[in-house]
């Protein structure tokens, strides 16, 4: 069986732009692969283009492929796409808010993608709809169901938008930053909820998160990104028993704390660069404390060792 999605060597441009140079990543079902790094680094422009939204943003994928259950996405066309979107592929997005329709009943916001995307009558989506809601924790789903979303909290908002992910049976959920709007105890049980969701039915689930505490203890894979590239993968608890790159170290030496201000990496002084200003070299070497000087000047290669990579010329096993 191929893998459910793998991503190879994906380089997206907006203009002269290269938001995404070189990212792999793969995910297979039953597994939860979490994509880290700061804000920049690209993980939310990784999630637009497997779900096929580059174009609607100004962007295109200039070279790689996108695997999705062994097919190709980057050549299927926007029709095909659109049936993908939301049936066998679902993005969870950081706002609830901007994945609901503020006059239209939670409920029948569920209930419209099963009908769609399943095919299913009205009487079967409800049901559908009802038994999603209560395996997604919602107290008293048939009240809930027609409620409006603003009656809702942030949390239950937020579990209707995974209820209603789930409602066209998709074999991959991308969530970006699907907590990051929530309280902390939320939080917890969301990705808990989540978690569970995954083991359950076999999905796969791309995690987009800042915080490599919910890595640690969520993930099974982990894709730490730096300005458009992965500069480490592989299985987390391999990660962080050993972590090869000096960015993943930093990265696991701030898990964040309260009060931290989100973004900031302790330790590592400065900001990843825009996708206009990329330092020659490896992109991480003006905030490198090991830098030497072939960091400076040529990029590091993606070195594959028993099922991790890293791209750093001072890893072990690395050469330049
Ligand atoms: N609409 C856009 N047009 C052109 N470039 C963009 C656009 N949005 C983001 N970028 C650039 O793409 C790069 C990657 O951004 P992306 O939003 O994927 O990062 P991210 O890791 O998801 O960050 P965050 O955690 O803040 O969501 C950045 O250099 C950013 O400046």
């Known amino acids: ?12 441009g907006f203009g002269p732009l290269e938001p995404l140079s070189g990212v792999d990543i793969a995910v297979d079902r039953g597994r939860i692969l979490g994509l880290v790094g700061e804000s920049g680094s690209g993980k939310s422009m990784t999630a637009m ?29 926007e029709k095909a796409y659109r049936n993908l979107r939301g049936g066998r592929i679902a993005l969870i ?9 503020p006059v239209v009943k939670v409920g029948r916001q569920i209930d419209q993608v099963a009908e769609i995307h399943l095919k299913l009558d009205r009487r079967a989506a409800r049901e559908k709809t009802i038994g999603l809601m209560a395996r997604m924790r919602i107290p008293s789903p048939e ?51 989540l978690h569970e969701l995954v083991k359950e039915k076999g999905l796969g689930l791309v995690l987009i998160t800042h915080d490599m505490g919910v890595v640690a203890q969520t993930c099974d894979e982990v894709a730490v990104m730096y300005c458009g590239k992965v500069v ?24 964040p704390q309260p009060g931290m201000a989100q973004g900031s990496l302790a330790g590592i002084p400065g900001m990843v660069p825009p996708a206009s200003a990329m330092p020659a070299g490896c992109r991480f070497n003006p905030r490198c404390p090991q830098a030497i000087d072939v960091c400076r000047a040529s990029s590091p290669p993606s070195v594959v060792d028993a099922g991790r990579s890293v791209a750093c010329f001072l890893a072990e096993g690395a050469s330049a």
Do not use: W
């Open 1 to 12: 069986m191929p893998a459910l999605l793998k991503v190879e060597d994906l380089h997206i």
């Open 49 to 77: 283009s497997v779900m096929g939204l580059l174009p609607l943003m100004g962007g295109r994928i200039k070279s790689g492929r996108i695997l999705f259950d062994g097919t190709d996405l980057t050549s299927i066309g």
């Open 93 to 101: 997005t950081q706002n609830p808010m901007t994945s609901l329709d």
């Open 143 to 193: 009240m809930t169901y027609d409620l409006f979303p603003h009656q809702l909290s942030g949390g239950l908002r937020q579990r209707i938008v995974i209820a209603m992910a789930l409602a066209g049976d998709p074999d991959l959920l991308i969530a970006d930053e699907p907590t990051t709007a929530l309280d902390v105890t939320v939080q917890a049980q969301i990705i808990a909820l």
């Open 232 to 255: 480490e993968y592989g299985q987390v608890d391999a990660i962080f028993d050993a972590p090869r790159h000096p960015y993943t170290r930093a990265l696991i030496g701030c898990i």
